[in-house]
T-cell receptor, first 112, second 114 residues
Framework: SQQGEEDPQALSIQEGENATMNCSYK?????LQWYRQNSGRGLVHLILIRSNEREKHSGRLRVTLDTSKKSSSLLITASRAADTASYFC????????????FGAGTILRVKS | DAGVTQSPTHLIKTRGQHVTLRCSPISGHKSVSWYQQVLGQGPQFIFQ???????GRGNFPDRFSARQFPNYSSELNVNALLLGDSALYLC?????????????FGSGTQLSVL
């Protein structure tokens, strides 16, 4: 089962533009995390936002969390070709036995 | 420091065979989780082990089993392989159990079942 659903499924932008990806989830959560995956290999953790936080920044990344709408967004500013990857949101919560449950991902392509 | 290491990187098996995948966590990490990722989908949780005890199991058949050793390394075993078991198998480690921890992933084992 997958807790989160990312939107859009795929996104293609020009280098230098901003990329926004959205994630919706179904049950109450402890935290929400974003991961990046290059070329179908291992995932890399980007950022973790706790359920009592509303916004977090890390370099060119900005994550927001709206628990009332059960949604989160990931903004990548000034995108680079190296940002081309799949991006996944993942949540932990009591409903899923506190394990990390991933969504289906957004494929981001940044054209140079 | 070494990251999470998985072996082998690629594996080809035939239906009905069994397979063992191995994972070494980051030094000091006591929790290991296993995920299956089918092409085009997000990772699906299989198992989590912490301090050598199973702490979580996903919706996978009993053909899937795992264990964690005293040095915190882990093995994932799959018996009676089916074509549908073809996937990227990912191992991830964390200091403690997952609730408010980030996971560190290995590069995965690509399993092809023919």
């Amino acid at each position: 089962s997958q807790q989160g659903e990312e939107d859009p499924q795929a996104l293609s932008i020009q280098e230098g533009e901003n990329a926004t990806m959205n994630c919706s989830y179904k049950t109450s959560i402890n935290n929400l995390q974003w991961y990046r995956q290059n070329s179908g290999r291992g995932l890399v953790h980007l950022i973790l936002i706790r359920s009592n936080e509303r916004e977090k920044h890390s370099g060119r990344l900005r994550v927001t969390l709206d628990t009332s709408k059960k949604s989160s967004s990931l903004l990548i500013t000034a995108s680079r070709a190296a940002d081309t990857a799949s991006y996944f949101c993942a949540t932990t919560g009591r409903e899923y036995g506190n394990k990390l449950v991933f969504g289906a991902g957004t494929i981001l392509r940044v054209k140079s | 420091d070494a990251g999470v290491t998985q072996s082998p990187t690629h594996l080809i098996k035939t239906r009905g065979q069994h397979v063992t995948l191995r994972c070494s966590p980051i030094s000091g990490h006591k929790s290991v989780s296993w995920y299956q990722q089918v092409l085009g989908q997000g990772p699906q949780f299989i198992f989590q082990y912490y301090e050598k005890e199973e702490r979580g199991r996903g919706n996978f058949p009993d053909r899937f089993s795992a264990r964690q050793f005293p040095n915190y390394s882990s093995e994932l075993n799959v018996n009676a392989l089916l074509l549908g078991d073809s996937a990227l198998y990912l191992c991830a480690s964390s200091l403690r159990t997952v609730v408010n921890e980030k996971l560190f992933f290995g590069s995965g084992t690509q399993l092809s079942v023919l």
